[in-house]
C-alpha cells in the first residue's frame, strides 16, 4: 500500500547505456517530481510535472527525459550515461492546491554508473 | 537567490539530552516550510509543514517553530529510534511546487 512507489531500488550500469526509473503513486495527487540527491546528500529538484505537462525543467542535460503518461506515472529515462549520473534519484508528489501541499517521496533509486 | 542553511550539520546527543536543529531560510514569498526524517536507504519522511511567523506544531517528542527568518526542530528526551538526517525545505512564492532544500543535520542518539 506504499503511497509513491519507484523501481528499480538500485541499478548498476556501464557508462553509455540508456536507462529508465519508473514512478507511481496512489494518493491521487496532480503533481509529480523527480529529485537527484549527490553523493553529499543534497537534494535537488530535477522536472516537475502538472497533470502530465511539464512545469519545471532545471538545468538537467537533455540525456535525462521525462515522461508522464497519467498523472499518477512519471518516468525517467537517461541516455548515453555518465559516471557523473551516479546518485540517488527520487520520485515525490503533491497536490497544489489545498489545504496540504507537503510532498510525499519514493523510497529512491540508486544508480551507479561504472 | 532562495535559499535553506541548517545548522549544526552533525549533532550527537545522549538519550534523554534535549537540543534544537535550526533552518534559516531566505526566499521570495515563502509559501511553506517543511520538516522531513530521512533514515539511510529510505526516501524523506514528511514531518511538519509551518506556513506562517509563529506557527509551531509538535509530534512526539519533535516541536517545530516558525519565524520570518528561521525554522527551529526542538527535540526534547530523544530516543535512539530518533536518530536520522532531518531536512528543512522551503517552496518559494511563485513557484511550481518544488521545494529547496537545505543539507540536512545528521542526529545521532546514544544509549
Known amino acids: 500500500d506504499t503511497a509513491v512507489s519507484q523501481t528499480p531500488k538500485y541499478l548498476v550500469t556501464q557508462m553509455g547505456n540508456d536507462k529508465s526509473i519508473k514512478c507511481e503513486q496512489n494518493l491521487g495527487h496532480d503533481t509529480m517530481y523527480w529529485y537527484k540527491q549527490d553523493s553529499k546528500k543534497f537534494l535537488k529538484i530535477m522536472f516537475s510535472y502538472n497533470n502530465k505537462e511539464l512545469i519545471i525543467n532545471e538545468t538537467v542535460p537533455n540525456r535525462f527525459s521525462p515522461k508522464s503518461p497519467d498523472k499518477a506515472h512519471l518516468n525517467l529515462h537517461i541516455n548515453s550515461l555518465e559516471l557523473g549520473d551516479s546518485a540517488v534519484y527520487f520520485c515525490?508528489?503533491?497536490?497544489?492546491?489545498?489545504?496540504?501541499?507537503?510532498?510525499?517521496f519514493g523510497q529512491g533509486t540508486r544508480l551507479t554508473v561504472v | 537567490e532562495d535559499q535553506v542553511t541548517q545548522s549544526p550539520e552533525a549533532l550527537r546527543l545522549q538519550e534523554g539530552e534535549s537540543s534544537s536543529l535550526n533552518c534559516s531560510y531566505t526566499v521570495s514569498g515563502l509559501r511553506g516550510l517543511f520538516w522531513y526524517r530521512q533514515d539511510p536507504g529510505k526516501g524523506p519522511e514528511f514531518l511538519f509543514t509551518l506556513y506562517s511567523a509563529g506557527e509551531e506544531k509538535e509530534k512526539e517528542r519533535l516541536k517545530a517553530t516558525l519565524t520570518k527568518k528561521e525554522s527551529f526542530l526542538h527535540i526534547t528526551a530523544p530516543k535512539p529510534e530518533d536518530s536520522a538526517t532531518y531536512l528543512c525545505?522551503?517552496?518559494?512564492?511563485?513557484?511550481?511546487?518544488?521545494?529547496?532544500f537545505g543539507k540536512g543535520t545528521k542526529l545521532s542518539v546514544k544509549p
Open positions: 525545505a522551503v517552496r518559494p512564492g511563485g513557484s511550481q511546487g518544488n521545494l529547496i
Open positions: 515525490a508528489s503533491s497536490q497544489e492546491k489545498g489545504l496540504n501541499t507537503e510532498a510525499f
